[in-house]
């Protein structure tokens, strides 16, 4: 989606100006009205995470054209295209901004051992509901609070077997979407200056927020200023039973680092590292190297995984580029009681000597 950033004039002064124009046939009450709705909306604190979460559904639905369309996409996150701060590629993403105001059904496939999700998020960024594996799911107001919600579907993928990649498309092919009622959404008309200026104080302040706990979940679930931040550092993020994010500021010069993970991380899916910029996005690199997953990550001997930053030109397994400011995200995919109530720690990052 794409903020207009215009100056704001006051309204009398715009009152006068519609009524001296004489090319406008509307009644005086129809003209204040699209005034009204043309003017920018300020973005505080107090809104802002509204506001983020309807920009996010301006972003999915630039992509698919429309209210509860499903759009899939076939490749992980492509590292020119990332609407959204830190998206992952361990998973194929499918999603679609949906009208639930009379109900809906959304059907996932049956994936076998293959993990599934599907999240569903509100227009306040709560999410009540997150479905695992495959089924048909109601999606209505009762339980989810406003009319229109975005589901996003992860599938895991290898990406590196074009096999495993087909095997997903056909799986999100199976997907299915029925809804009662097709009202096109219309996101606010945010002004744009004050929305980036929340956003950058925001993610500064999310720099010191070292896990995810608390951020994503159901309005009852979550901790306020977490849930704020979590809007700025990491939109449509998963609760915490389904996911728990690591997000590691080392604040470290380019190097040579590594983090050695053992082979029995507590977790009932899979965990990856995300490798990023200094503003939260993949920074295109030559060896096309941004993650590195339990799933398709090269093991050692004893089943423990050496994962390298930087130092990747001798053509190390398993390693990321970095570049300054370098940043990484933990994702630990159903993690296990020890790794939510903290008697397990995931192993942090060690320079290279």
């Given at each position: 989606m794409k903020l207009r950033s215009v100056t704001p004039f006051p309204l009398g002064l715009a009152v006068a100006t519609a009524?001296?124009?004489?090319?406008?046939?509307?009644?005086?009450?129809?003209?204040?009205?699209?005034?009204?709705?043309?003017?920018?909306?300020?973005?505080?604190?107090?809104?802002?995470?509204?506001?983020?979460?309807?920009?996010?559904?301006?972003?999915?639905?630039?992509?698919?054209?429309?209210?509860?369309?499903?759009?899939?996409?076939?490749?992980?996150?492509?590292?020119?295209?990332?609407?959204?701060?830190?998206?992952?590629r361990d998973t194929l993403y499918s999603m679609a901004v949906i009208d639930i105001s009379e109900g809906a059904t959304l059907t996932l496939p049956d994936t076998g051992e293959r993990y599934i999700s599907a999240q569903i998020v509100n227009q306040d960024h709560f999410m009540n509901e997150v479905f695992v594996g495959g089924g048909a799911h109601t999606l209505d107001l009762d339980t989810f609070e406003t009319?229109?919600?975005?589901?996003?579907?992860?599938?895991?993928?290898?990406?590196?077997?074009?096999?495993?990649?087909?095997?997903?498309?056909?799986?999100?092919?199976?997907i299915?979407?029925?809804?009662?009622?097709?009202?096109?959404?219309?996101?606010?008309?945010y002004d744009r200056e004050s929305f980036d200026a929340v956003l950058k104080a925001a993610i500064e302040l999310g720099r010191h927020a070292t896990d995810s706990s608390r951020t994503f979940?159901?309005?009852?679930?979550?901790?306020?200023?977490?849930?704020?931040?979590?809007?700025?550092?990491?939109?449509?993020?998963?609760?915490?039973?389904?996911?728990?994010?690591?997000?590691?500021?080392?604040?470290?010069?380019?190097?040579?680092?590594r983090i050695d993970?053992?082979?029995?991380?507590?977790?009932?899916?899979?965990?990856?590292?995300?490798?990023?910029?200094?503003?939260?996005?993949?920074?295109?690199?030559?060896?096309?190297?941004?993650?590195?997953?339990?799933?398709?990550?090269?093991?050692?001997?004893?089943?423990?995984?050496?994962?390298?930053?930087?130092?990747?030109?001798?053509g190390r397994a398993n390693c990321l580029p970095i570049m300054a400011g370098w940043n990484y995200t933990v994702r630990l995919y159903e993690p296990g009681a020890e790794i939510l109530d903290g008697s397990w720690v995931f192993p942090t990052v060690q320079p290279v000597n």
């Open positions: 009524f001296s124009s004489l090319a406008v046939a509307q009644s005086p009450a129809d003209m204040l009205d699209a005034i009204l709705d043309s003017r920018e909306i300020p973005v505080t604190v107090d809104n802002f995470v509204r506001a983020a979460t309807n920009i996010e559904f301006g972003k999915y639905l630039a992509l698919s054209g429309g209210v509860n369309t499903l759009i899939h996409v076939r490749e992980p996150t492509p590292v020119e295209r990332q609407p959204t701060i830190r998206m992952n009319p229109y919600v975005v589901a996003i579907i992860r599938t895991l993928v290898n990406a590196g077997d074009p096999d495993d990649v087909a095997a997903v498309h056909a799986l999100q092919d199976a299915t979407l029925e809804t009662g009622s097709s009202k096109p959404f219309v996101p606010p008309n979940g159901p309005s009852g679930e979550v901790e306020p200023i977490r849930h704020f931040l979590g809007a700025a550092i990491g939109w449509g993020g998963l609760p915490d039973q389904q996911a728990l994010y690591l997000n590691v500021e080392p604040g470290l010069p380019v190097g040579e680092y993970v053992p082979a029995d991380v507590p977790v009932d899916a899979f965990w990856s590292i995300s490798l990023y910029n200094a503003d939260g996005f993949y920074e295109e690199n030559v060896l096309g190297a941004y993650n590195i997953n339990s799933v398709s990550g090269a093991r050692n001997d004893d089943g423990s995984m050496t994962v390298h930053l930087g130092g990747c030109e001798d």
